[in-house]
Nanobody
Framework: QVQLVESGGGLVQPGGSLRLSCAAS????????MGWYRQAPGKKRELVAA???????DYADSLKGRFTISRDNAKNTVYLLMNSLKPEDTAVYYC?????WGPGGINYWGKGTLVTVSS
């Protein structure tokens, strides 16, 4: 089992920045992926970014250049730096931990943290 606790969400003005953090605890897979997904009201949950235990990253095409994912393996923590935020980035952001890299695997989810981009 893996437990995930997100932090860092909140209200930010358009054009602003925010950094999300997700701390993992529990029993880990040696090869794993940590990532961020988001779900806006009335929409499906979508991948924002993911990073493997070896440092390989994957981003949603529409977010490349604005969002940066990183992880600190010593702290079992993944971060998401979000720059130039837009109102359409408003969503609940969920942390994900999974075995392996790519489709499938065993998935664990955090409870989510709300990001609201509004003036």
């Amino acid at each position: 089992q893996v437990q995930l606790v997100e932090s860092g969400g909140g209200l930010v003005q358009p054009g602003g920045s925010l950094r999300l953090s997700c701390a993992a605890s529990g029993s880990f897979f040696s090869i794993n992926t940590m990532g961020w997904y988001r779900q806006a009201p009335g929409k499906k949950r979508e991948l924002v970014a993911a990073i493997s235990s070896g440092g390989t990253t994957d981003y949603a095409d529409s977010l490349k250049g604005r969002f940066t994912i990183s992880r600190d393996n010593a702290k079992n923590t993944v971060y998401l730096l979000m720059n130039s935020l837009k109102p359409e980035d408003t969503a609940v952001y969920y942390c994900n931990y999974k075995s392996g890299w790519g489709p499938g695997g065993i998935n664990y989810w955090g409870k989510g943290t709300l990001v609201t981009v509004s003036s």
